[in-house]
């Protein structure tokens, strides 16, 4: 009897630890989902670091001088100075 016990147990075992591997935590398919996840927010954190880049420059540019400020003001605002003529061409 005590022959046939050992093998029943570890075929057991492989049960239990083949579960745990596709099933449990930390199992193949988690693991997969994580790492997508993982590249995902890679990516997001990527486009976010060249989107503070983009704004630190602007803010170097509009500290260091007014001509940023003015061709802010000219094409979100539409600031017209003195004596100029505002054109506006239609798509």
């Known amino acids: ?3 046939r016990l050992v093998p029943a147990l570890l075929i057991a075992l492989l049960v239990i630890l083949h579960a745990q591997l ?3 935590r930390g199992s193949v398919p988690s693991v997969a989902r994580m ?3 993982l590249d995902a927010q890679r990516q997001k954190n990527g486009q976010s670091r060249l989107a503070n880049e ?3 420059a602007e803010v170097r540019d509009l500290r ?3 001509d ?3 061709e ?3 094409m979100e605002l539409g ?3 003195p004596n100029e003529i505002f054109v506006l061409v239609g798509k």
Do not use: D, I, P, Q
């Open 35 to 37: 790492v997508n996840e």
């Open 79 to 81: 600031m017209v100075k």
């Open 64 to 66: 260091e001088g007014l």
């Open 1 to 3: 009897m005590s022959h």
């Open 22 to 24: 596709w099933f449990g």
């Open 72 to 74: 802010k003001a000219r």
């Open 68 to 70: 940023m400020v003015e």
């Open 54 to 56: 983009r704004l630190a």
